[in-house]
């Protein structure tokens, strides 16, 4: 069955620390995509990433990069030098369709609360 | 703001009052989502409409019942509500079925819902 574990519940670093949040899922479509979202205490999820299936590059995005390797499904995201605005809730999701003739929809994580202190 | 719009952005309810939680985008998305959140639990798919037709309802009890007017609006019109259902109830939208998904959501900033 389709799932996506978010094992840290939640992570505390000092600011300037750099944080890996792991993300490792389960599929059986050989098409897939994965997200990142970020939820800040305001409440809104924010998109951050998306990456499909045959894509492993790795990517970065200033302070933000993602890790994908297919061979462990999982989808791991790095904060290098942490700064105190990136505390919130971050959310891995992958995209499924439950049924051959359903809808896609995101399967999520549970979360990581990650608490960067000053 | 996200282009999706949640109101009220507070709501406080007695368990017997009636009242209703509105979203609307102007992404030109046709999909919308109910997601309700609670503390400590994961999030919670509760309806999915495409093109105005509801094509999910994830055994949601009856006190919750959605309403989708058109692509770009959505309610969600709760009565006779229990304390259990305080949580977040966030709205997203998407490009339509099927595939819409794959491109990711966008989302509203939630109503933080209190039954007393």
């Known amino acids: 069955a389709q799932k996506v574990t978010q094992a840290q519940t939640e992570i505390s670093v000092v600011e300037k620390e750099d944080v890996t949040l792991d993300c490792v899922y389960e599929?059986?479509?050989?098409?897939?995509?994965l997200f990142w979202y970020k939820q800040p205490p305001s409440g809104e999820l924010v998109f951050l990433i998306r990456?499909?299936?045959?894509d492993e590059q790795n990517e970065i995005s200033g302070r933000y990069s993602w890790n994908f390797q297919k061979s462990t499904s999982s989808f791991n995201f790095t904060i290098t030098a942490s700064q105190v605005v990136d505390s919130a809730v971050y959310f891995c999701?992958?995209?499924?369709?439950?049924?051959?003739?359903?809808?896609?929809?995101?399967?999520w994580g549970a979360g990581t609360k990650l608490i960067i202190k000053p | 703001e996200t282009g999706v719009t949640q109101t009220p952005r507070h709501l406080v309810m007695g368990m017997t009052n009636k009242k209703s939680l509105k979203c609307e985008q102007h992404?030109?998305?046709?999909?919308m989502y109910w997601y309700k959140q609670s503390a400590k639990k994961p999030l919670e798919l509760m309806f999915v409409?495409?093109?105005?037709?509801?094509?999910e309802n994830n055994s949601v009890p009856s006190r919750f019942s959605p309403e989708c007017p058109n692509s770009s609006h959505l309610f969600l019109h709760l009565h006779t509500l229990q304390p259990e259902d305080s949580a977040l109830y966030l709205c997203?939208?998407?490009?339509?079925?099927?595939?819409?998904?794959?491109?990711?959501?966008?989302f509203g900033s939630g109503t933080r819902l209190t039954v007393v």
């Open positions: 992404l030109g998305h046709n999909a």
């Open positions: 409409y495409n093109f105005k037709e509801q094509t």
């Open positions: 990456r499909n299936s045959f």
């Open positions: 999701a992958l995209s499924e369709a439950k049924r051959m003739d359903s809808n896609y929809q995101l399967i």
């Open positions: 599929t059986r479509d050989t098409t897939y995509y």
């Open positions: 997203a939208s998407s490009l339509g079925a099927p595939q819409g998904a794959n491109y990711g959501y966008t």
